[in-house]
T-cell receptor, first 114, second 112 residues
Framework: DTGVSQDPRHKITKRGQNVTFRCDPI?????LYWYRQTLGQGPEFLTY????????KSRLLSDRFSAERPKGSFSTLEIQRTEQGDSAMYLC????????????FGSGTQLSVL | QKEVEQDPGPLSVPEGAIVSLNCTYS??????FMWYRQYSRKGPELLMY????GNKEDGRFTAQVDKSSKYISLFIRDSQPSDSATYLC????????????FGSGTKLNVKP
C-alpha cells in the first residue's frame, strides 16, 4: 500500500492523558499536513511541514498540541492533557508540493476523550 | 463569513438520478478546485481536480468551475448506491503557503 498511513485508527483516552498519533506519508511527498475534522464539518487545518520544517501552525492550535516530522519522513502529532473538546478525527495528508498541489489523505485517527 | 460555503444536505436521490452538488466561495484568489468523497469513518478521497474555470469530466463525474460567479459544481450521472457518501469541496490559491479551504460537506444518499 503506497498511500498515506495513519496509526492508530482509533484511540480512546481519559481526560488529562497524553496521546500521540503517527502519520506515514506517500514516500515521495515532501509536504505533510495535519487536519482535524468534527462531525458534520470539513477538515480544519492544524499544521504543515515542508520536509522536516514546520512552516505553518493554525492560530486555533493550543500549546497542548505539538507536531514533529524528524528527517522529513513520518510525522507525529501529540496532544497533552487531553480535553473532551479534543474528540475528533485527526487526518494526515501529504502532497508533492508545487503550484496546484493535490492533497492525499490517510484514513484518520478517531480520538475519543472520556 | 466562511471562505467556502456548502449546503450540508442530506440529499437523497433514487438510483440512476443525476446529482448536482455545489459550493460557493468568497476569495477570488482561489485557482485550484477539488472535490473529495468521504465515506463514513474514512479519510477524504480525491475525486476531481480542476484548475481555474471550465469543465472536467471523468467517467460519471463532471466538475464545473465558474470563477466569475465564485461557484463550483460536481455532477454525478447515473448515481449508484455506492456513491452514498459525504462530498467535500476544497480550494486553494497558487501563491505562498498552499492552505486548503474546505466546505463542510454535503451528505448524499442514493437509494436503490
Amino acid at each position: 500500500d503506497t498511500g498515506v498511513s495513519q496509526d492508530p485508527r482509533h484511540k480512546i483516552t481519559k481526560r488529562g492523558q497524553n496521546v500521540t498519533f503517527r502519520c506515514d506519508p506517500i514516500s515521495e511527498h515532501n509536504r505533510l499536513y495535519w487536519y482535524r475534522q468534527t462531525l458534520g464539518q470539513g477538515p480544519e487545518f492544524l499544521t504543515y511541514f515542508q520536509n522536516e520544517a514546520q512552516l505553518e501552525k493554525s492560530r486555533l492550535l493550543s500549546d497542548r498540541f505539538s507536531a514533529e516530522r524528524p528527517k522529513g519522513s513520518f510525522s507525529t502529532l501529540e496532544i497533552q492533557r487531553t480535553e473532551q473538546g479534543d474528540s475528533a478525527m485527526y487526518l494526515c495528508a501529504s502532497s508533492a508540493g508545487g503550484s496546484g498541489e493535490k492533497l492525499f489523505f490517510g484514513s484518520g485517527t478517531q480520538l475519543s476523550v472520556l | 463569513q466562511k471562505e467556502v460555503e456548502q449546503d450540508p444536505g442530506p440529499l437523497s436521490v433514487p438510483e440512476g438520478a443525476i446529482v448536482s452538488l455545489n459550493c460557493t466561495y468568497s476569495n477570488s484568489a482561489f485557482q485550484y478546485f477539488m472535490w473529495y468523497r468521504q465515506y463514513s469513518r474514512k479519510g477524504p478521497e480525491l475525486l476531481m481536480y480542476t484548475y481555474s474555470s471550465g469543465n472536467k469530466e471523468d467517467g460519471r463525474f463532471t466538475a464545473q468551475v465558474d470563477k466569475s460567479s465564485k461557484y463550483i459544481s460536481l455532477f454525478i450521472r447515473d448515481s449508484q448506491p455506492s456513491d452514498s457518501a459525504t462530498y467535500l469541496c476544497a480550494m486553494s490559491a497558487p501563491r505562498g503557503f498552499n492552505k486548503f479551504y474546505f466546505g463542510s460537506g454535503t451528505k448524499l444518499n442514493v437509494k436503490p
